[in-house]
């Protein structure tokens, strides 16, 4: 059974930076595309980041140059760290592993930048 469990979620001043982790088990781990989504309050969710198995990575334009995604195969984790926050960072924002045209979720973790 797939899980995502995601931390480093929190209540943060603008300007300021977060880290966050997405643990994953149930899954092999190192040939998945890891990603980072978030959904905005009242608002649809979207696409972060990602970070495929061999290491490359993508951004969406609203975070590129403030937020960097990385992956410890050895620990089954992948990060997004979190710079320069705005309070339009915040979402709850949701970890995914992707492989050959299944996705999985985690249950999300709460990003609050107050202005």
């Known amino acids: 059974q797939v899980q995502l469990v995601e931390s480093g979620g929190g209540l943060v001043q603008a300007g300021g930076s977060l880290r966050l982790s997405c643990a994953a088990s149930?899954?092999?781990?190192?040939?998945?595309?890891m990603g980072w989504y978030r959904q905005p309050p009242g608002k649809q969710r979207e696409w972060v980041a990602d970070?495929?198995?061999?290491?490359?990575?993508n951004y969406a334009d609203s975070v590129k140059g403030r937020f960097t995604i990385s992956r410890d195969n050895a620990k089954n984790t992948v990060y997004l760290q979190m710079n320069s926050l705005k309070p339009e960072d915040t979402a709850v924002y949701y970890c995914?592993?992707?492989?050959?045209?299944?996705?999985?979720w985690g249950q999300g973790t709460q990003v609050t930048v107050s202005s």
């Open positions: 149930g899954i092999i781990f190192s040939i998945n595309v």
């Open positions: 970070i495929g198995s061999g290491g490359r990575t």
């Open positions: 995914s592993a992707y492989n050959r045209g299944n996705r999985s």
